[in-house]
């Protein structure tokens, strides 16, 4: 049964990329396609422009926002579409960059006349992209954790995953109730990304009464962090957190064990990318993070049923794992925006998906149970938290303490 399943998908992958061949083209090469003019049907396709980073800094993420989007499309095609009508996608290519996300949105809206937009997990380019998608009044899924895209007055922007403030706020509550932090080393990327979740963090300590004894920064391209675990080390905290991107990351966790800090380490999403610990090995033990998801080596050991569902079909289409949470993000967010548009009342009317949007309220994806009944384009109001013990994540709770794990 599952190999027949697996077929079908990939059948269904097949005739979609036949259908929209025409329209998939990167930001170099806008699209031509003779029905963008044309007014859409109860017959025709239903046509989501995605932008992505195929290239650039991004372009692992990049494919799997095409992955996990393409997959999702291809189980609804399958079984026959959104009320009987094929899903298709146009993709450009934003090549890691702002301007070239606003190049394809525009392209997207104006030449390619799409029902919807997928946008990648860059928060940036979302924000640069974010007053083009209300002008036109089109329904946009982005993948990005950042806060500065929601809870803004847009109406027609969507998170498909946990945005970051609770993922920040969630790994200091755990660190001062669960763990009983008083005195923290706090080490962070000197990034406007970086920036901002810094501010968060350290009102989030003050809330739960964690003071910061020592305060380092680095830059995204340093490999040396040798200041900054000397002056951890004289500190002598409770416990280290950090915010920065994994690779970064990593080599921090790293050094800081190879200097002597056998404490427990407090983060946020980065600690679920498997990168974190191919690169950190067993420095990684003893990392309590905090995320909507974590990847795990195989489908069989997902930690929960919709994840396995999702991973067995994803290695069945791709013949591999995701690399990154990602993938997980932008299939719950193009699930979502399908089922917007079941849902609606006209399919062929923007606002009447947004509405449907706004009225999805329990549904059940693997990041949670999302609700955007607040119609503020978040749907989630939580995240987990994880710890990472002998290479493996393990579900953070009291009993997860009790474990063998090689730091005091």
């Not at 923290?184 to 990034?191: K, N, Q, R």
């Not at 950090?242 to 990351?249: D, K, Q, S």
């Not at 404490?263 to 993070?289: K, P, Q, R, T």
């Amino acid at each position: 049964m599952k190999k027949l399943f697996a077929i079908l998908l990939v059948v269904a992958m097949l005739l979609a990329l036949a259908g929209c061949a025409g329209g998939e083209t990167s930001s170099d090469n806008p699209s031509n396609n003779s029905n963008a003019s044309v007014s859409s049907s109860d017959a025709d396709p239903i046509r989501i422009g995605i932008w992505t980073s195929l290239t650039g800094a991004s372009a692992i993420e990049g494919e799997l926002i095409e992955n996990g989007a393409r997959l999702a499309a291809a189980q609804w095609n399958a079984k026959g579409g959104i009320n009987g009508r094929q899903i298709e996608f146009v993709v450009y290519d934003d090549q890691s960059t702002t301007e070239g996300a606003v190049t394809a949105t525009t392209r997207l809206i104006e030449n390619d006349k799409v029902d919807a937009i997928i946008g990648s997990n860059l928060s940036n380019s979302i924000v640069a992209t974010a007053s083009l998608i209300e002008e036109a009044g089109i329904p946009f899924v982005g993948s990005g954790t950042g806060t500065a895209w929601t809870k803004c007055g847009y109406h027609y922007i969507f998170r498909g995953t946990v945005v970051n403030s609770f993922m920040n706020e969630g790994f200091v509550r755990v660190a001062a109730e669960e763990m009983g932090v008083k005195n923290a080393a706090f080490i962070w990327v000197e990034t406007e990304n970086g920036q901002t979740a810094c501010a968060d963090i350290k009102e989030y300590c003050n809330k739960y009464g964690v003071n910061i004894a020592y305060e380092g920064t680095y830059q995204s391209s340093d490999t040396d962090f040798t200041a900054q675990v000397t002056n951890t080390i004289k500190a002598n905290p409770d416990g280290v957190m950090l915010f920065g991107l994994a690779n970064e990351l990593s080599l921090i966790v790293k050094q800081l064990r190879q200097a002597g800090y056998n404490g427990y380490i407090y983060m946020a999403e980065a600690g679920a990318s498997v990168d974190l610990i191919d690169v950190a090995g067993s420095a990684a033990d003893g990392i309590i993070f905090t995320a909507a998801y974590v990847v795990p080596p195989e489908p069989s050991k997902a930690t929960s049923e919709l994840m396995k569902e999702m991973l067995e079909a994803y290695v069945d289409m791709y013949g591999e794992m995701p690399a990154t949470d990602v993938a997980f993000r932008v299939y719950d967010g193009a699930n979502l925006l399908f089922t917007a548009f079941e849902n609606a009342a006209d399919m062929n009317d923007k606002d009447s998906v947004r509405d449907a949007f706004y009225n999805i309220k329990g549904y059940e994806g693997i990041a949670g149970t999302f609700d955007y009944s607040a119609k503020d384009g978040d749907g989630l109001s939580g995240c987990n938290v994880y710890m990472i013990i002998g290479g493996e994540y393990y579900a953070f709770d009291k009993a997860t303490l009790e474990k063998e794990v090689p730091v005091k």
